[in-house]
């Protein structure tokens, strides 16, 4: 009866120990449990983190989107780099067209300084006398002379290609003077009259020089008395146009010594009026320097 007691007790203590070595084993695999599922999980939260860095670049891309110019402007596009780049700058471009131009040449006081000279013969041409008011006025019996402005231009190094043919090549490839001119002829008269206006001489102390209809003159700045005579003047009206005169420095230099102005008088181009009965020329003296 002992013995049976003692078989049974060390059954029990066989399963107890069993038991025990059963739970331990159970934890353990549990605890390797919860430790993988720790691991998957924090691996599958790993691999998800990339995705918000993702959803960040898109946002940062999308920001980069909206681009605000110098001028304040915000402007949405691509977020292509080149189409984003910043657009260019007309600035060079509206220098170059708000730089101030020369005028054009005309009879205004600002117009009238333009040079009609140097796109003709080049080098250097600078204007050393400008008179812009009216500095000469001659009224004879018919016709009304009156000088308007005038200007004195030193040419220097003149070196363009001037055809032989052409009278404004006096001064090519020479340094000279060209004086212009603008001048006033009115026919206060009730009939045309003539009168050749290319026959006013600038006088110096040992020279003169006859003036031109035509040199350095742009077309729509000639002196045109009518249109069926450019020497014939209209009665009642006033035409008025440019003269000039081209010389040499060594000319230019006898003139502004003691320089005038040689006006014909009208009578000696009216065939009605006999040369005992013309009236005298006028001799006026007319400052260049």
Request: hydrophobic share 35%; proline share 4%.
């Amino acid at each position: 009866m002992m013995k049976k007691r003692i078989i049974i007790l060390a059954v029990l203590v066989v399963l107890l120990i069993g038991g025990v070595v059963v739970g331990v084993y159970a934890n353990g695999n549990s605890a390797k449990d919860n430790k993988d599922n720790e691991s998957k999980t924090t691996a599958k939260k790993a691999t998800s983190t990339p995705k918000k860095t993702t959803d960040t670049e898109k946002k940062e891309t999308t920001t980069k989107d909206s681009v605000t110019d110098d001028k304040g402007v915000v402007t949405k596009g691509s977020s292509d780099v080149e189409k984003n780049a910043p657009a260019k700058s007309n600035s060079s471009a509206t220098d170059k067209n708000s730089s101030p131009a020369t005028p054009a040449f005309s009879l205004s006081t600002s117009g009238f300084k333009t040079s009609n000279v140097s796109s003709v013969l080049g080098g250097t041409v600078t204007t050393t006398y400008l008179s812009s008011s009216p500095s000469f006025e001659k009224i004879f019996e018919n016709l009304t002379m009156e000088v308007n402005q005038y200007k004195v231009e030193h040419v220097v190094g003149a070196n363009k290609a001037v055809s032989a043919s052409n009278p404004e090549s006096y001064l090519a490839n020479k340094n000279g003077y060209v004086i212009t001119l603008d001048i006033s002829i009115k026919n206060t008269s009730s009939k045309d009259k003539m009168y050749k206006a290319d026959q006013i001489t600038l006088i110096g102390a040992n020279e003169f020089v006859g003036g031109s209809l035509d040199n350095f003159v742009p077309s729509n700045f000639h002196l045109i008395g009518s249109k069926a005579d450019p020497n014939i003047f209209a009665a009642g009206k006033t035409a008025r146009g440019l003269l000039t005169f081209t010389m040499t420095e060594s000319v230019y230099n006898d003139l502004a010594a003691d320089s005038k102005i040689g006006v014909p008088n009208p009578d000696k181009f009216d065939a009605s009026v006999s040369e005992a009965k013309a009236g005298d020329d006028v001799i006026a003296a007319f400052p260049v320097k």
